[in-house]
């Protein structure tokens, strides 16, 4: 029982499986959600001129980290969720929700901002 799903599968008992499953679906949803943000920081590197560059490369590369980091906690979150269904423990808060909000809302405001200045 080296590999972490041995590990996982050994603890507590099988959920309903539509619980499982509803877990794998806002793993899904917050895989896409890291996508669209990632793609958001691509397309703000492709702004050419509408942008100073020094501002550019930085929205660039607060969008590309804000995704990655909700990629990167989107399987933690999973998996916690999914031991917490295994032992009928309570679930755990979404860690990934202020992330997100504060993140895009700061490079949000900071794209506005720059491109309301650039006028």
Do not use: H
């Amino acid at each position: 029982m080296d590999r972490w799903t041995d590990r996982l599968l050994a603890e507590g008992s099988d959920p309903d499986p539509r619980f499982t499953l509803a877990n794998e679906r806002t793993f899904l949803a917050w895989i896409r959600t890291a996508l669209a943000v990632i793609a958001g920081g691509v397309g703000v590197a492709l702004t050419g001129d509408m942008l100073a560059a020094p501002l550019r490369q930085g929205l660039s590369i607060a969008f590309s980290l804000t995704g990655a980091l909700i990629a990167g906690m989107a399987f933690r979150r999973w998996l916690r969720t999914e031991r917490a269904l295994r032992r009928s423990e309570t679930l755990p808060p979404p860690a990934l929700a202020p992330i997100m909000s504060y993140g895009l809302a700061l490079c949000a405001t900071v794209l506005l901002v720059a491109l309301l200045v650039t006028r």
